[in-house]
């Protein structure tokens, strides 16, 4: 099979290990408060599952899911929420989890939607950031790893729905 990967950008092993770093990290930061966390599909599926559950503290867990991308490669720039959360997140400290974080189009919208909802605080936790591309303010609270312009894919994230089950980050020729 020829998954046009020219190099691995982060290994299962630092991938894994970064999860660790940041999950430690974050659990700081909410010092002991109970932690809702949104997950965004599809990219973040195995990031979340991986980071929650080196949560120690009481987590509940919803997946949200949007669309900027369609099958393209390139952010179309509008938003559109294809599956809303199942349950409330009034008066909750949510985290969400993202795969990546480019234009931040996406981000912008979420938590402006989130905080419109009324939970108490919002803060974001995406494993790859691309800062150059960036069309919005946001910026994420705990970042993984910094990026340049690449289409990446594996560990949950794809390429036309393909790759998402890579265990390793890499670059795609596109
Ligand atoms: P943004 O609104 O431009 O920040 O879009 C971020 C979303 O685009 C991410 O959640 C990904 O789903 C997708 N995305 C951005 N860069 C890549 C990439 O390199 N590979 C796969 N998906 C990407
Ligand atoms: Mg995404």
Known sequence: MDLNITR??????????KVKELAQIIEKDFAGEDIF????????FIFVSDLIRQF????ELDFMSLSSYGMSTKSSGVVKITKDLDLSIEG???LIVEDIIDTGLTMDYLTQYLVNKG??????????DKPTKR???VSADYVGFEIEDLFVVG???DCKEMYRNLPYIGYVEV
């Open 8 to 17: 691995v950008l982060f290994s299962e092993e630092e991938i894994q290990k």
């Open 37 to 44: 966390v949104i997950g965004v599909l599809k990219g973040s």
């Open 92 to 94: 909750k400290n949510v």
């Open 155 to 157: 560990y949950g994230i």
């Open 119 to 128: 939970c108490k605080q919002v803060r974001i936790c995406t494993l790859l």
């Open 135 to 137: 069309k919005s303010q």
């Open 56 to 59: 120690t503290s009481k987590v």
